[in-house]
């Protein structure tokens, strides 16, 4: 049953919880998705089936939470992420961050706050507005988003998605690439070769940015695309849960 809990910074964030005995799991979504996803959802039959705690949950300016999504940046995003695990969790955890998700938890584990297990990272996406956005527009769009604040680009799942430029600049702020990340716990990367989001090479990249990791693991997909959420590849993401655990 989706439940709602209203942030010290005047939001509403909807999520789902349930308790277990076993090490806890939290499932941190991709941009602009929800938490009824068919990844999240796997993973929480999983966890009931195996008594782990849980929890996933709507980013403000997502699904069932409240806010407006173009007025909303990384920042906000990371804020509700942080807010979450530190009302819904305790003892370790198991971080489970898809496309933006992955941003979201190597900036978690780099601030090194909370008490994170394992991480895994499903076709991760750190400094995407900057990394994938930005750096391949032209110069004629940039001079565009930059005069409208806005630029609508093309999805290969829905019409299209806009860009503000307010989320160009605040992902400055939230950059994970730019720096060595230091984490002692295991690093699990699952990752779609046929991803024409998010190119697979960046989790080449986040592998070689992690120091002093116990475990790092890469898992290509050959014929894997973005979302992962194929019978096969969700088989994959329970099987690197029982890796974490």
């Known amino acids: 049953m989706t439940d709602f809990i209203k942030t010290k910074y005047n939001q509403t964030i909807a999520y789902n919880k349930i308790d277990g005995k076993k090490t806890g799991i939290v499932f941190f ?71 933006m998700g992955g941003w979201v938890i190597l900036n978690v584990i780099k601030k090194g706050i909370f008490n994170v297990k394992s991480i895994i990272g499903v076709a991760p ?30 999805s290969e799942y829905e019409e299209g998605y806009t860009i503000s430029y307010d989320l160009i600049k605040d992902s400055y702020k939230n950059f994970v690439m730019n720096n060595k990340i230091y984490f002692e716990g295991n690093v699990f990367l699952y990752h779609g070769m046929k991803d024409v989001s998010v190119p697979f090479q960046e989790s080449l990249l986040i592998a070689e940015n992690i120091q002093n990791a116990k475990n790092v693991k890469l898992i290509l997909e050959k014929n894997g695309e973005h979302r992962l959420s194929e019978d096969n590849e969700i088989f994959t993401i329970l099987k690197l849960i029982e890796l974490s655990i």
């Open 125 to 154: 996406a750190p400094d995407f507005p900057k990394r994938l956005i930005w750096d391949k527009l032209s110069y004629s769009q940039k001079k565009d988003l930059v005069s409208t604040k806005k630029l609508i680009l093309p």
């Open 29 to 99: 979504g991709g941009f602009k998705s929800d938490m009824t996803g068919q990844k999240a959802i796997e993973i929480e039959k999983w966890a009931k089936e195996n008594d782990h705690s849980y929890l996933r949950f709507d980013y403000t300016g997502h699904g069932n939470s409240s806010g407006i999504f173009e007025k909303l940046v990384f920042s906000n995003w990371l804020e509700d992420s942080e807010f979450m695990i530190k009302n819904f969790t305790s003892g370790p955890q198991v971080l489970i961050g898809s496309s």
